[in-house]
């Protein structure tokens, strides 16, 4: 019994620490030395919790197109700044500003969107305007 009531408690603190581990701060990601813009198609859209990610291909170096993953705030953040899960969609072509991480790869936090028709937005991220 006594080792039923230790692994249930351990399963619960697990449940609790991982949604706490999958959150960061901003220059723990980021770097606030390194703006980006770029334009491009959107392929891919995620509507989620903690962040909200929006994934466009950009033209690269060499004419071929790079996948780069846009982290934005989270989407109750976002629906109070006038977004919706409408508001981009898979096809959009957009333009975008923020912070590329420092790990390298191609990934950068949004801080501002101008959309196809015109409409500029913010990412709801720290770094945001």
């Known amino acids: 019994m006594k080792s039923k009531l230790l692994i249930l408690l351990a399963a619960t603190l697990v449940g609790f620490g991982i949604p706490a581990w999958a959150h960061h701060s901003f ?3 980021f770097d606030a030395d390194s703006p980006i813009e770029a334009s491009g198609t959107v392929t891919k859209v995620e ?3 903690p962040h909200a990610w929006i994934y466009v291909d950009v033209e690269g170096d060499e004419g ?6 846009f982290e934005l705030g ?6 109070r700044r006038g977004w919706s899960r409408n508001t981009v969609q898979v096809g ?4 975008v500003s923020g ?5 390298g790869s191609n990934r950068a936090n949004l801080a501002s969107i101008t959309l196809a028709d015109g409409r500029e937005m913010t990412g709801n991220s720290s770094r945001s305007n």
């Open 92 to 95: 959009d072509v957009i333009n």
């Open 64 to 69: 071929s197109a790079v996948n780069w993953a």
């Open 99 to 103: 912070y590329r991480a420092r790990d």
């Open 74 to 79: 989270s989407p109750n953040g976002l629906r």
């Open 27 to 29: 220059s723990a990601v």
């Open 47 to 49: 509507w989620r919790n």
